[in-house]
């Protein structure tokens, strides 16, 4: 059976992005789905983030340039059972140059992934984007089953929601990728003690309904320093609230999409 395809995507930056990507991926294989989590950010924050080095070569730069395959890239997070990377490096920055260039440029990731989705050895695979909606993103979006959304919970922050939705409309018009739905918005960074959060929530829960998940990430200094140290949330602090966050949202992905456990 192919994996379930993730891209968890905001052209806005510091939203917990990446942040949610690690510790989704990682909780999800807590519970026994076997999880790739796939670093698109030429920043590499979701590589330093579970304690991996950035080595050039490592990525998937070289497989969507036409060289090597992607299985090849694939490395086991040593911290976790079911969980495992295709890291990111500095020279992803040029794939964007690179995949212009290309016939179907817009379709090179969900190409070189192909063989991964289909092997049997993965139930789930999450990309992480940069934040920006430029090519790697888009080719992320191609290659999507599902758009997960990590919203934070500020009006300045729902600015760029109808933007993403709207490129999400576009490819799916246009044939780039039919399938792709919007597979949930997380509202992160969430301060109960603020009334502007409880607003924000409340005004995106009316717009969109079920679409918005039930958990709130909540906003916590514990998740922020975690990736500093290389570290899942669950391994930083495992018993805070920003763990029992992830756990909850992980079983939500999973009841939702209705994933192998």
Known sequence: MAATVFT?????????????AINTSYALAAKGVRTILIDLDPQANATSGLGLEKIQGSSLYEPLCGQGV????IKPVGTSNNLYIIPSEVDMAAIEIELVQRDNYLVQLRECLEPVRNCGDYDVIIIDCPPALGMLSMNSLAAADYLLIALQCEYMAMEGLGQILNVLEKLREAGVNEKLELGGILMTMFDQRTNLAHQVVGEV?????????????PRSIRI?????????IFEYDPHG??????HYFAGEIIERFELKK
């Open 8 to 20: 968890i995507a905001n052209q806005k930056g510091g939203v917990g992005k990446t942040t949610t």
């Open 70 to 73: 992607a299985l090849d890239k």
């Open 205 to 217: 829960r009316n717009h969109f309904d079920e679409l918005v998940f039930r958990t709130t990430i």
């Open 224 to 232: 922020s320093e975690a990736p500093s140290f290389g570290q899942s």
């Open 241 to 246: 609230v920003g763990a029992n966050a992830y």
